[in-house]
């Protein structure tokens, strides 16, 4: 059977209601080959890149995990968009995502990648200009609801 690793995904598909950047961008270590005097950084094992965790807020009120890390690959630091005025954390997007299940004890969890991290475009999810009334406009796929 032929069934792959990991699973291509949109941003949309991940996170239909648009996701916050909390933290910053964080190189990951590889824990196997650092030592205590001498990290080593995590690579890509497909494209041979450095490795770099962001830490997400879910906007979706449904979902089971409100913070996910997603992980980028990239050869330098991935650059987060500029804070918007007037909010608390940064609203970010990612490109070229993929999603790896994996087994937490009983229950299945996911591995989150992606190739790119960028401001918000009006494709979907949180728009960042709001909407008049204080509150996140939503845009995309939801704006017909």
């Given amino acids: ?4 690793h990991s699973f291509r995904v949109t941003f949309g598909e991940a996170f239909p209601h648009g996701c916050f950047m909390v933290g910053d ?3 990951v270590k590889d824990f196997d080959a650092s030592t205590a005097g001498k ?14 965790q962001v830490t997400v807020v879910d906007c979706d009120p449904d979902a089971r995990d409100k913070t996910v ?8 630091r991935p650059v987060p968009p500029a804070p918007l005025t007037g909010l608390p954390f940064i609203p970010v997007e990612f490109d070229q995502m993929t999603v ?5 004890g009983q229950r299945i969890a996911y591995s989150v990648r992606a190739r790119q991290l960028h401001a918000p475009t009006a494709g979907a999810g949180i ?3 709001g909407n008049g009334n204080g509150k996140p406009a939503t845009v995309g796929k939801d704006a017909a609801a």
């Fill in 127 to 129: 728009h960042p200009t």
């Fill in 69 to 76: 890390k997603v992980k980028v690959s990239s050869p330098v």
């Fill in 25 to 27: 961008v964080e190189q």
């Fill in 100 to 104: 790896i299940p994996w087994l937490n």
């Fill in 1 to 4: 059977m032929a069934i792959p």
């Fill in 39 to 52: 990290p080593v950084y995590a690579r890509d094992k497909n494209t041979g890149e450095f490795v770099w």
